[in-house]
């Protein structure tokens, strides 16, 4: 039998990036391509890349000079560049890196078959076209994760909010949502398949905005309760929510059915109004903190996590004083924190200075991510003595009698293992925690 060409994929970024090359994997799998873990076995190296940050585009150079020395001992590999970063550079990367063969954007991954053809030819080639109607709806992903517990299901692709400092609408391109049928079948399989979590992804899910053959609105609400009622055992979780979009409607479909996990990440960015506007975030300080308002009082036992950006174009001291202030009164359980980095051709580079020095960055960053901690950890603390519902997705590192799993919050908590197994549902009672971690005992 004749052996197959050997795929490897790396991928880079957010959870789209993640579920993007689950569906470049399914593409080429139909093309007659074999996944391989070991890139020294492969033919084809594909880096699935992300431009958020500068430092998030400095890595996968970092990466493209290692793919450049395996391809030094085996010059027939064929190495691609492909999402947010080909989108952004586009024929740039090839002229920049002589390495690269292909260069292919988020929404010209259907196109990768012929490319990957032509550059085993020898011709190199770009395809960035933006798309107004690509789903990969149709797409059945090739799941890449090995837990078989949990997966991401896209329901929408690209942001059409234009937040100044976001490099997201021109890599991603338009806002457009997935038909729910497909998002339907696609986890009614994974739950047949013995999934037991899917976390539907979009770069803002509450403008998922679906219309009929009546031209009959069907909302994110409407969508999530579908997807919960898809079965009791499966849960349901989301991201990423827009605060200026995030409704009472999504709240009341959450309190409605227990399946869908008590977790919101509500990105803020900035508890200053004056930065939000200057951020063109839609909302104010006293709008976001409505939101959270709203959540504690129809969810009450729901997480709430968030992103702050620390650094933007003129944020004062008094800003950042905001910003700590507003993390202090929300309360958050978790934050993914950053220094803003100046994308090109944004807003933000066009018309706002990137005038906060680096040094006042890095010392606004650090007391943002100690203040967190200790949020963080009086989170955990509050889950001492409860008993929480954990679905198991694996051993803890340390050791195999001791398992891993989260609770509906999104926390994680280590376990003894007893006569439990992977995607088993356990009742875990706190006893302790670590910076990370709940640590916990089952209760019958
Ligand atoms: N610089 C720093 N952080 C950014 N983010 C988005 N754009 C930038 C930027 N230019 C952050 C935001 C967003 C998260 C995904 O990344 O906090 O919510
Ligand atoms: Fe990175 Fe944004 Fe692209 Fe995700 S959508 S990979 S975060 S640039």
Same mark, same amino acid.
């Given at each position: 039998?004749?052996?197959?060409?050997?795929?490897?994929?790396?991928?880079?970024?957010?959870?789209?990036?993640?579920?993007?090359?689950?569906?470049?994997?399914?593409?080429?799998?139909?093309?007659?391509? @074999?996944? =391989?873990? +070991? %890139?020294?076995?492969?033919?084809?190296?594909?880096?699935?890349?992300?431009?958020?940050? /500068? &430092? !998030?585009?400095?890595?996968?150079?970092?990466?493209?000079?290692?793919?450049?020395?395996?391809?030094?001992?085996?010059?027939?590999?064929?190495?691609?560049?492909?999402?947010?970063?080909?989108?952004?550079?586009?024929?740039?990367?090839?002229?920049? @890196?002589? =390495?690269? +063969? %292909?260069?292919?954007?988020?929404?010209?991954?259907?196109?990768?078959?012929?490319?990957? /053809? &032509? !550059?085993?030819?020898?011709?190199?080639?770009?395809?960035?076209?933006?798309?107004?109607?690509?789903?990969?709806?149709?797409?059945?992903?090739?799941?890449?994760?090995?837990?078989?517990?949990?997966?991401?299901?896209?329901?929408?692709?690209?942001?059409?909010?234009?937040?100044?400092?976001?490099?997201?609408?021109?890599?991603?391109?338009?806002?457009?949502?997935?038909?729910?049928?497909?998002?339907?079948?696609?986890?009614?399989?994974?739950?047949?398949?013995?999934?037991?979590?899917?976390?539907?992804?979009?770069?803002?899910?509450?403008?998922?905005?679906?219309?009929?053959?009546?031209?009959?609105?069907?909302?994110?609400?409407?969508?999530?309760?579908?997807?919960?009622?898809?079965?009791?055992?499966?849960?349901?979780?989301?991201?990423?929510?827009?605060?200026?979009?995030?409704?009472?409607?999504?709240?009341?479909?959450?309190?409605?059915?227990?399946?869908?996990?008590?977790?919101?990440?509500?990105?803020?960015?900035?508890?200053?109004?004056?930065?939000?506007?200057?951020?063109?975030?839609?909302?104010?300080?006293?709008?976001?903190?409505?939101?959270?308002?709203?959540?504690?009082?129809?969810?009450?036992?729901?997480?709430?996590?968030?992103?702050?950006?620390?650094?933007?174009?003129?944020?004062?001291?008094?800003?950042?004083?905001?910003?700590?202030?507003?993390?202090?009164?929300?309360?958050?359980?978790?934050?993914?924190?950053?220094?803003?980095?100046?994308?090109?051709?944004?807003?933000?580079?066009?018309?706002?200075?990137?005038?906060?020095?680096?040094?006042?960055?890095?010392?606004?960053?650090?007391?943002?991510?100690?203040?967190?901690?200790?949020?963080?950890?009086?989170?955990?603390?509050?889950?001492?003595?409860?008993?929480?519902?954990?679905?198991?997705?694996?051993?803890?590192?340390?050791?195999?009698?001791?398992?891993?799993?989260?609770?509906?919050?999104?926390?994680?908590?280590?376990?003894?293992?007893?006569?439990?197994?992977?995607?088993?549902?356990?009742?875990?009672?706190?006893?302790?925690?670590?910076?990370?971690?709940?640590?916990?005992?089952?209760?019958?």
């Amino acid at each position: 039998m004749e052996s197959k060409t050997k795929l490897y994929i790396e991928t880079y970024g957010c959870q789209m990036n993640i579920a993007d090359s689950e569906v470049v994997a399914s593409i080429l799998k139909e093309s007659g391509y @074999e996944i =391989t873990e +070991d %890139i020294q076995l492969a033919d084809v190296i594909l880096v699935n890349t992300c431009s958020i940050r /500068e &430092n !998030a585009e400095q890595r996968v150079w970092g990466r493209l000079d290692v793919f450049r020395q395996i391809k030094k001992k085996k010059p027939q590999l064929t190495i691609g560049v492909i999402g947010c970063m080909a989108e952004r550079l586009k024929e740039k990367l090839i002229e920049e @890196e002589k =390495t690269i +063969d %292909i260069v292919v954007g988020p929404d010209a991954y259907r196109d990768l078959p012929g490319l990957l /053809e &032509n !550059a085993g030819l020898g011709h190199k080639a770009v395809n960035v076209l933006l798309s107004r109607e690509e789903t990969y709806a149709d797409i059945s992903p090739i799941r890449l994760d090995k837990n078989r517990i949990s997966a991401f299901v896209s329901i929408m692709r690209g942001c059409n909010n234009m937040c100044s400092y976001c490099i997201v609408p021109y890599v991603r391109g338009a806002e457009r949502s997935r038909d729910p049928k497909s998002i339907l079948k696609e986890v009614s399989e994974l739950f047949e398949k013995g999934y037991k979590e899917v976390t539907l992804i979009g770069q803002n899910v509450d403008s998922y905005n679906w219309k009929d053959e009546n031209n009959e609105k069907f909302s994110f609400g409407q969508l999530l309760e579908m997807v919960a009622q898809v079965s009791p055992t499966l849960r349901v979780r989301f991201s990423t929510s827009h605060p200026k979009d995030m409704s009472d409607e999504v709240l009341h479909k959450m309190a409605k059915h227990a399946n869908i996990c008590r977790h919101i990440h509500l990105p803020a960015q900035s508890g200053s109004t004056r930065v939000l506007e200057l951020m063109k975030r839609g909302y104010t300080r006293e709008w976001y903190l409505d939101r959270i308002k709203a959540i504690r009082t129809i969810l009450p036992d729901c997480a709430v996590s968030t992103d702050i950006m620390t650094g933007f174009s003129g944020e004062t001291e008094e800003d950042h004083l905001d910003t700590l202030r507003l993390m202090k009164e929300v309360n958050y359980d978790f934050a993914y924190m950053f220094k803003y980095s100046e994308r090109p051709n944004t807003y933000a580079a066009r018309h706002l200075k990137d005038d906060i020095q680096e040094s006042i960055k890095s010392r606004r960053l650090t007391e943002i991510i100690d203040l967190q901690n200790e949020l963080s950890s009086k989170s955990k603390k509050e889950d001492l003595g409860k008993v929480f519902e954990v679905l198991v997705e694996g051993y803890s590192k340390k050791s195999k009698d001791r398992l891993f799993g989260r609770t509906s919050q999104n926390k994680v908590v280590v376990f003894p293992r007893k006569n439990y197994n992977i995607g088993d549902y356990v009742q875990v009672e706190i006893i302790d925690s670590t910076s990370a971690t709940l640590i916990g005992e089952s209760v019958n």
